[in-house]
C-alpha cells in the first residue's frame, strides 16, 4: 500500500475541521476569509475603491500528511 507521507505527501484545502482529526493528519491550505471579507466591508463602507483592498494571503497548516522536508524546504523559500 501506499505510505502518507512517506510514499506520497497530500495536501487538502480550505483548512476544514475534520483535517487535523483524520488518521493521518491533513496539511492543509487555509484562507483567512473573515479578515479578507472585514477589509472589504471596511473599504465598501468608507466609499474606498475596492482595487486599493490588500488580502491576506493563503496561510499552509502543517501537519503529518507531509514529510517535515518539505515544510523546511518551503520555510526556506519564504524566508528569501
Known sequence: GVRIPEDLAVIGF?????????????TTVGLPLQANLDRIIAHLLD????????????????????PPEIAAIWQEQQDR
Do not use: G, H, Q
Request: net charge positive; charged share 20%.
Open 14 to 26: 480550505n483548512n476544514a475541521p475534520f483535517s487535523r482529526y483524520a488518521k493521518v493528519p491533513l
Open 47 to 66: 466609499n474606498a475603491p475596492l482595487e486599493e483592498v490588500t488580502c491576506s494571503p493563503p496561510e499552509i497548516f502543517w501537519r503529518k500528511s507531509t
